[in-house]
């Protein structure tokens, strides 16, 4: 009898070993299965499955937006770029409509008019397209598009807005380094609706608060809290008072002594400031460039009107040859085919002018485009005169003098300043937290229900601390520091880098400079002996025939497009070497304001005593002298290109 329940707790602890047995064998396994899953990648995202959810989702929008059962949307106008409404189209994801019809719904139709390439009326057509509105060209010398450019340029206004959203941030970074005031209200209705016991609390808290930076890190607030506390019911009625109201007044304070503390703590605004003036330069910078870019786009059409001029005139040259020519021909005095040959010429020449007047309508259109004019409007370019001083040229002083004054030189030298502050900074973060924390509180008198303001120094309170936080774990601050000596090391190469590219640039300038104007003088020549020798076959054609007029008018149109891109090249040269030297300056109105030492100063006029008073210049009134107010080497003056 004393055996069996022994036996029992036996077989019911072998039982149990078995069972314990299985489940370590289970997990064994379990845990085999999760490391081959780690091993064989099931932990890891798979690559195919990947690319294949995204190939499947492209393609799922390539053919709801342009396949053929595309949900297109005839209607639907393009949003005006006014419309400053948000309307659901906006809020589309999957369903966006896309205007892609078929091919049979396409709108391109075959032109069958027979006058569509008539090389006549294409020759006949003029330079300018008509404005369907009606209204009258627009007359541009370069002052007039540089202001139509600063004020209407598309270019022009987003580096503008650059340089205004530079200015935004540095305006939201001052505005957390100054006082910073801060009003919570909050209001809470508690009870609890229990049978027998039903109790309702209204409470209404307001807090204001006043928190102030410190230059050299932590925080300085002041804190004002006012606490009402109402009972709204009660079970059993309280006889007492109903609420309660006190307050309280806290300043603390937070300051870091070594993490954290010096001007490492200012970085955001001391570099707020600092992409400001960054920002500042690069938009002047772009006003110069900007300004050399339109005058160039400027100069070329300029060019291309004198090569339309000198086509139609080598056009009208071949006109008379062809007609000299047949004429001749019908009286037996040449052959045919010298009035073939005569005819092929001028038809050369129409096509080339058909040519240099299509190559103007697009310049045109694309300097519409700049200016920011509508492509509809008509325009009309009217040369100006200008007088580009050819400046000393001596390559090493106007290295010197790019490296001193380009201003993005001396934003790629102030950015290795902040690459070095920033090796500082991060050299900062690997020292040890010791932050100093302090705070006073006072409160009103505990005793009075309705305390108001009435605060009671002896039921305030003080904290004082100091907490130090050992770098144990400065990893992510070691690669950082890290990372901040290598961006010193590029910083410090790229603005190498910039240095010599400006050398190269000013260098190039020079030799363009040298090159246009040796180019303009052989050109200049070239145009008097072409057209010496064209009187001189114009004389002589009985006897030469058509061919010789034709390749002296060939010499001779060759001479002038040479003579012109010349003039344009010495014109834009000097722009160029002027900005690429940092001596380009540029009026609020968009106007080149050349260096005072290289305009040549006007001599003062002279003055006749006995001259009567109202023939006396103005400068002599006010008791200035002429030369200076009309010298254009005056500050005040400004010579239009």
Known sequence: MGEGPRLQVVRVTARTLCLYNVSMRLSIAIIVLLLSCVAFGCANPQIEQIDGEIQARIKQFQDDALGM??????????????????????????????????????????????????????????????????????????????????????????????????????????????PRFFNTFSARVSGTPEAGDHDQVVSLVNDFSVTQRLPNGGEVAVSAVINFVEQLRADPPLTGASGTQDGSITVSAAIPLLRGAGPVAREPLIQAYRDLTYAA????????????????????????????????????????????????????????????????????????????????????????????????????????ELEV?????????????????????????????????????????????????????????PDKDRAGLDLDAGAGSYTAGITFDAPLDRKVERLAYRRSLITLERSIRSHGMLRDQVALAVRSAIRSIRRAGFTLTLQNRNVETARTRLQGVELQLANLGPRDFVEAQDDLL????????????????????????GQMRVSTRGQWLPPAKLVVPQPAPELDANAPWDRVPKARKSGRTASALESPASPESTVTP
């Not at 004054?405 to 690459?419: F, G, K, P, Y």
């Not at 040269?573 to 690429?580: M, P, Q, T």
């Open 558 to 581: 060759e001479a002038l497009n040479r003579r012109d891109s010349a003039l344009r090249d010495l014109r834009v040269a000097v722009l160029n070497y002027l900005l690429e030297s």
């Open 389 to 445: 001083p050819p400046p000393a040229l001596v390559a090493n002083k106007a290295v010197q003098t790019a490296w001193r004054h380009r201003l993005d030189v001396q934003t790629s030298s102030d950015r290795v300043d902040d690459s070095r502050r920033g090796v500082v900074n991060a050299r900062n973060l690997l020292l040890p937290g010791l932050d100093l924390d302090a705070s006073v509180a006072v409160g009103t008198d």
């Open 69 to 178: 059962y595309a949900t297109n949307d005839p209607s639907r106008i393009p949003v005006s770029p006014h419309d400053s409404g948000v309307t659901d189209n906006a809020y589309r994801t999957d369903d966006l409509p896309t205007v892609n019809p078929g091919q049979n719904d396409l709108p391109a139709v075959l032109d069958d008019d027979p006058r569509s390439f008539d090389p006549q009326a294409a020759d006949d057509a003029a330079p300018g397209e008509a404005d369907p509105s009606g209204q009258p060209a627009i007359e541009l010398d370069l002052e007039a598009a540089l202001l139509y450019a600063i004020r209407d340029a598309r270019e022009y206004r987003s580096q503008k807005e650059d340089l205004y959203l530079a200015a935004l941030d540095l305006l939201a970074e001052k505005h957390l380094w100054g």
């Open 281 to 384: 330069r690069d938009f002047e910078r772009f006003r110069r460039q900007f300004l050399v870019e339109i005058s160039t786009d400027y100069y070329s059409l300029l060019q291309q009107q004198a090569r339309i001029k000198n086509v139609e005139t080598q056009l009208n040259s071949f006109i008379w040859l062809s007609a000299r020519t047949k004429a001749l021909a019908d009286a037996g005095r040449v052959p045919i085919f010298e009035v073939q040959r005569a005819q092929q010429s001028e038809l050369f020449a129409r096509n080339d002018l058909i040519n240099e007047r299509e190559d103007y309508r697009n310049a045109l259109d694309l300097f519409k485009l700049r200016l920011g004019i509508p492509l509809t409007r008509d325009i009309t370019i009217k040369p100006t």
